[in-house]
């Protein structure tokens, strides 16, 4: 899977931090009933509110290889409209799309 290199460069400086980090997340996951395919889901609606291309990209790979389509994912950022508003949509669509077509 794709990591930017940031990412890699602060992992690995900061190894045991992102260890326990890695950790909370799975921890997280395991906390309740959602299918993983729908964790990722709403990770991604997350990640659009957030404004975050990164975690936006992430979380659309992320639910591609759960078992999510693209229908679902593009239903995710047309859900996130109106709540965030047109020009954040907009910008998830294009990232959310950057994945997709490299899929």
Excluded at 54 to 60: C, D, E, N, P
Aim: a negative charge; aromatic letters at 8%.
């Amino acid at each position: 899977m794709y990591l930017p290199k940031t990412y890699e460069d602060f992992s690995d400086k900061f190894s045991e931090i992102m260890k326990d980090y890695q950790q909370l997340g799975k921890v997280c996951r395991e906390a309740g009933p959602l299918e993983r395919k729908y964790q990722d889901l709403i990770k991604l609606g997350i990640a659009i509110g957030a404004n975050s291309r990164g975690a936006v990209m992430s979380s659309v790979r992320k639910a591609l290889a759960s078992g999510a389509v693209a229908d679902e994912i593009v239903h995710v950022v047309l859900l996130s409209l109106t709540t965030t508003g047109f020009p954040n949509m907009i910008a998830a669509l294009g990232w959310v799309n950057e994945v997709i077509d490299h899929e």
